[in-house]
């Protein structure tokens, strides 16, 4: 790896058997925690370092790190608290995991480094509930952190104090909101949160709390012992360092591969092994599930970073880049992400309650031969009556890819619905979980 630490992390093997404290300390682990702790670095100091770096938020959002640090109140004199956000729910995603795996000791030294700039003496890691055996592994490292003085009160004969815990979640992506998360981490149903107040005013429990994502966290160690200038310099103005990305779909290698921003799609595309054999690129989705797609020509002449995709009409967002072949049928396809956002939806807002419902049941139906020419104008009025009216981002995470797929792979749904039959893949075979059978009775009589 380039910015995280040496290649052997991801590369370590399914026994991850680099990951403990001694691995890390062996690679410059908690050098930096060291040297802020011992020259007594000022936390406004650290701070400006991370914005110099320009380093972006790695859960989605892409929000500039060192000015999201610097919205927390330094005068306020009560709890102040730090979060990592570790439950990686968006399909296609499955970065973070392997870097709890690999190097869990890079996200801890990252919380102890951002609650010691931020002025926060407790910090929690909200592990994905589904991954159990990474958040066991992840409570081990903690201990071996606590044993050696990184972490509990007087920190390395330090004034400086910060107490970490691990806390599972339920599965559920509603928690990747970080407003929800913070419900959920209070024991109360995770409900997105009304803004503002933000989190750095109003967080967890009433108090002053920055939310940000693991790989965030895992790049600051690096950035402390190197400086924001090697940082900055590894990916491009205004997307600093590497990132991971989490290629899936039609690729001979899909994995996670930590590549400089910036860096060519073509570039990211032949590092996973290219399409597979006999196969044409078609369609890619390029930050998770949740982000509009892209047809192969404009992805091909598309940089992998924040400004460049936003160029090219979607979101970096968590990094799943979700590679379809020419085989692909786009209405098939749609109709499953959009059962995903149905199902997923915590029914706190009506738009998206009632909206992602219709949007599946509808998508159902042309996928299924039943399909109308209006129900394409339908499709979009109602994205765009969840979209923007929602308390948090989960109704355009429905909406977008809704809209997205309408707009590049039209001809597709036009034949489904004229000729009751795919364009790709020729006669429609209903099955279990497309055909709609499996829905309860209200719903297939609203669709």
Known sequence: MLAYGPDAILMAGLDGGNWRLKDYEAREGYAALKRILGDKLKPEDIIAEVKKSALRGRGGAGFPTGLKWSFMPRQFTGPKYVVCNSDEGEPGTCKDRDLLRYDPHAVIEGMIIGGYAMGAGVGYNYIHGEIWEIYEQFQEALAEAYAAGYLGKNILGSEFGFELYAVPGYGAYIVGEETAMLESLEGKKAFPRFKPPFPASYGLYGKPTTVNNTETFAAVPWIMRRGADAFLALGKPNNGGTKLFSVTGHVARPGNYEVRLGTPFAKLLEMAGGMLPGRKLKAVIPGGSSMPVLPADIMMKTDMD??????????????????????????????????????????????????????????????????????????????????????????????????????????????????????????????????????????????
């Open 306 to 447: 924040y400004d460049s995709i936003a160029k090219a009409g979607s979101m970096l967002g968590s990094g799943a880049v979700i590679v379809m072949d020419d085989r692909t049928c786009m209405v098939r396809a749609l109709e499953r992400l959009s059962y995903f956002y149905f199902e997923e939806s915590c029914g706190q807002c009506t738009p998206c309650r009632e909206g992602t419902g219709w949007l599946y049941r509808v998508v159902n139906r042309i996928e299924n031969g039943e399909g109308r020419m209006e129900d394409l104008a339908l499709l979009d009025n109602v994205a765009d009556n969840i979209a923007g009216r929602t308390i948090c981002a989960l109704g355009d995470a429905a909406a977008l890819p809704v809209k997205s797929f309408i707009k590049y792979f039209r001809d597709e749904f036009v034949h489904h619905i004229e000729h009751k039959r795919c364009l790709v893949q020729g006669e429609i075979e209903p099955k279990w979980g497309r055909s709609g059978a499996h829905l309860p009775k209200a719903l297939k009589e609203a669709a």
